[in-house]
């Protein structure tokens, strides 16, 4: 095996198929409202990034049953992780945030939940609460924390409104209550180095955090990204390049640490560049065999 796999990781752990299902809140970003910024982060469209997921004006009961109704008999799976995917789901008000989490923590078959967020929205209020819930309803709670970049440039260009002093905050105050953490990172920034990624894996690293989620970087049309692109502003690294930036960032990585994704995906209606016109899958078996070729895995360069 090249790398630690989290559908393996998931059946380790639980001894069975689990999936993941997407669920989308009528929310938003402190960077969109004004809170700290407006227009949001510049690769971010209206809709956010759950292309999955179904409408938020659904219930979160429904959008789960739905879901699973499509999902289960697909992919074999009994057991569900609900993914509380889109916008920052920390940032709204305690309540609200209760509720949404509580009627997933009720839902048959759900074992556990993940919850995607900023690291400048995390509070112990709500980490409080999802510890109530994991101890009441013995649900496994994952907190997926959006850093994207090493390189404070590239977080400033892009509208972030965070910086990495934030995420480190979030990191100790996360594992504070003993909850997984997964970091979501981008690897193709233009703006980036292949150095600000590697430097990334090493501090992953050294944070002992559990789980990566990779995405290549796809550009929406309808997105100030996209503009830039559009503009000429910048340019794009070619797919070969990318696919060996990724083999290096695995190879820096603590072989405990499980890999949720290492590609993104993106309606190809809705983006102006996704994966150098191939799909997710090709990349990734292109990966796969390029590390089968020369020999490595995760972890083969990690340094304690």
């Known amino acids: 095996m090249h790398y630690n796999k989290y559908s393996n990781a998931l059946m380790k752990r639980f001894g069975e198929k689990v999936y993941k299902i997407p669920i989308n809140l009528p929310i938003t970003c402190p960077n969109r409202d004004g809170s700290i910024g407006k227009g949001g982060c510049a690769f971010c469209g209206e809709i956010g990034a759950g292309f999955e997921a179904q409408e938020s004006c659904h219930s979160v009961s429904k959008q789960l049953a739905d879901n699973i109704a499509v999902i289960a008999p697909k992919y074999h799976a009994r057991k569900f992780i609900a993914y509380f995917q889109n916008y920052t789901n920390t940032y709204m008000a305690l309540d609200r945030f209760k509720a949404f989490t509580e009627e997933a923590a009720g839902f048959p078959d759900v074992i556990g939940i ?6 400048d ?4 209020p709500y980490l409080a609460h999802l510890k109530q ?8 709670i994952e907190i997926e924390l959006g850093l994207q ?16 002093s934030e995420f480190l905050t979030a990191v100790k105050l996360v594992q504070a209550f003993g909850f997984t953490i997964c970091t979501h990172l981008i690897g193709n920034i233009p703006w980036d180095t292949e150095g600000d990624l590697y430097e990334a894996a090493r501090l992953i690293n050294h944070l002992k955090i559990d789980a990566v989620k990779l995405h290549s970087l796809y550009i929406l049309k309808e ?12 340019s794009m690294i070619d797919a070969d390049t990318y696919i060996q930036r990724v083999i290096h960032f695995l190879r820096i990585l603590n072989p405990e640490i ?3 994704r290492l ?3 993106a309606p190809e209606s809705m983006t102006l560049f996704c994966n150098w016109g191939m799909s997710w899958r090709k990349l990734q078996n292109e990966l796969d065999h390029r590390m089968t070729m020369l020999g490595v895995k995760q972890g083969d360069l990690y340094e304690e």
Request: proline share 2%; glycine share 12%.
């Open 263 to 265: 590609f993104g995906r």
């Open 223 to 234: 997105s100030l990204l996209g503009q830039w692109y559009t503009d000429g502003e910048f």
């Open 258 to 260: 499980t890999i949720q």
């Open 149 to 164: 970049t090493v390189n404070e440039a590239s977080l400033l260009k892009l509208n972030r409104g965070h910086g990495v």
């Open 114 to 119: 993940s919850i995607s967020t900023r690291p």
């Open 121 to 124: 929205c995390i509070s112990e």
């Open 133 to 140: 819930l994991s101890t009441a309803y013995g649900l496994a």
